[in-house]
């Protein structure tokens, strides 16, 4: 699942969702269909959890930012 999101994430970029192939995907990971429509179903789904994966990767960068700020600064500082 790992594998296909990430390989997804690089043919959405280069592509867009209308432009991407799932098969195109599917080949390069070296899964069959049945195995990518069970994780996701639709090409729509396969681009829904490319965008959460990469909002994690963001929030989790943020939150690690936050942990690391000082509890005595100011709002203006």
Known sequence: RERLVEVAARHF???GLQ????????REVGVNAS???YYFGSKEA???A????????IQASRL????????????HE
């Open 50 to 57: 490319v965008l959460e994966a990469a909002l994690s990767r």
């Open 13 to 15: 970029a280069d592509f």
């Open 46 to 48: 396969m681009y829904q």
């Open 64 to 75: 690690e930012a936050l942990n690391q700020l000082d509890e005595n600064l100011s709002h």
């Open 19 to 26: 432009g991407a192939s799932q098969r195109a995907i599917q």
């Open 35 to 37: 195995t990518a429509n």
